[in-house]
């Protein structure tokens, strides 16, 4: 299995440019859902998926879209950049929303210039 | 809401010492307690979890300990070594993944 998979590793956008950072798991998990991290921030919930379909928000949701056609993709997109958005940014999943273990893929460090 | 505090933000020991990281949460309803260690370049992995009618958990030289009452829970890292240096998070949530909050990190770093 290769757990979570995230591309691309780095990126670097102009204001205003739009992109989706995408996200995969090959683990058959129900549960998906973005953070981003900022440093003395910790990680923060931008939005989640409790199966395909289904979205909803997190914590930091503005700026950012999600969808979830299938069980195995979870597209992050990010509307118009802002420097506000420089970060790096993880997806996770778990097994259902009430499996508290969480598999983190290896992010996407992103600057908006 | 759940808050999460964690102490120290960084922390530096001597190869073989000991390492404590600290944190404390809000919610008295909070019922589990992980924590992440992540490494440069890596996305956090779950290293240790313990739930609330625990008080202490151990797994080789790793243990968390937690205290309902004071509504804290701590991580202790024995005889430490030079992988152990890192980014460890603690988290704590009561009902669900997508309510699961953690703490702002603490960079531990391992001296030689």
């Known amino acids: 299995n290769a757990g979570v998979t995230q591309t691309p590793e780095f990126q670097v956008l102009k204001t205003g440019q739009s992109m989706t950072l995408q996200c995969a798991q090959d683990m058959n998990h129900e549960y998906m859902s973005w953070y981003r991290q900022d440093p003395g921030m910790g990680l923060r919930l931008i939005h989640y998926s409790v199966g395909a379909g289904i979205t909803d928000q997190g914590e930091v949701p503005n700026g950012y879209n999600v969808s979830r056609s299938t069980t195995e993709d979870f597209p992050l997109r990010l509307l118009s950049a802002a420097p506000s958005q420089t970060s790096v940014y993880f997806c996770a999943s778990s097994y259902d929303d009430t499996s508290y273990e969480q598999y983190f893929g290896p992010g996407t460090r992103l600057t908006v210039t | 809401g759940e808050n999460v505090e964690q102490h120290p933000s960084t922390l530096s020991v001597q190869e073989g010492d000991s390492a404590v990281i600290k944190c404390t949460y809000s919610?008295?309803?909070?019922?589990?307690f992980p924590w992440y260690k992540q490494e440069l370049g890596k996305g956090p992995q779950l290293i240790i979890d313990?739930?609330?009618?625990?008080g202490e958990k151990k797994d080789q030289r790793i243990a968390v300990t937690l205290n309902k009452t004071a509504k804290h829970f701590s991580l202790h890292i024995t005889e430490t070594q030079p992988e152990d240096s890192a980014v460890y998070f603690c988290a704590a949530t009561y009902s669900s993944a997508s309510k699961i909050i953690f703490g702002s990190g603490t960079r531990l770093s391992i001296r030689p």
């Open positions: 313990i739930r609330s009618n625990v």
């Open positions: 919610d008295s309803a909070s019922n589990y």
